[in-house]
């Protein structure tokens, strides 16, 4: 199943409570999932040297320019990379919003039940209460994405 490119939905009854994290982006700001009450976030993991990561890399920077407007949030998780390749692999790929650093694997294993270690990238869509609301294991259609936060942003 890692990787396999399945999107789950996860129906408000079966979500679990908000996900609860703080992450350090690359510029050193310290963020914490509290801040995001009210919005819906998106959360990829990826690091550089991941093929897949590079070919969804465009699709994400244009939804998170679609979606910017209404509030929602796109930030990176960076599984592996120091900060020069992280952000070289963001210039490379136009890249505007943050990515947090999780080499430690704080993050990942803060949401381990939702992510595999090994299902990378990932990317989790969470509701305006901060609870998983959907997720995609392995490389993101943009289309579905789309349609994964339009109904996030609706709950």
Known sequence: MAGDGSVTEYAPA??????VLTGKLYDGTVISSATWAGRVVVLNFWYAACAPCRLEAPRLES?????????????????????????????TFGITYPSMQDKDGGILLAMAQYVPPQAVPSTLVLDKRGRVASRILGLANQGTLKSLIVSAQAQ
């Open 14 to 19: 079966q979500q679990t409570p908000p996900v």
């Open 63 to 91: 939804l998170w320019e679609q979606f910017q407007p209404d509030g929602v949030r796109f930030y990176g998780v960076n599984i592996r990379d120091e900060e020069q390749a992280a952000t070289a692999f963001e210039r």
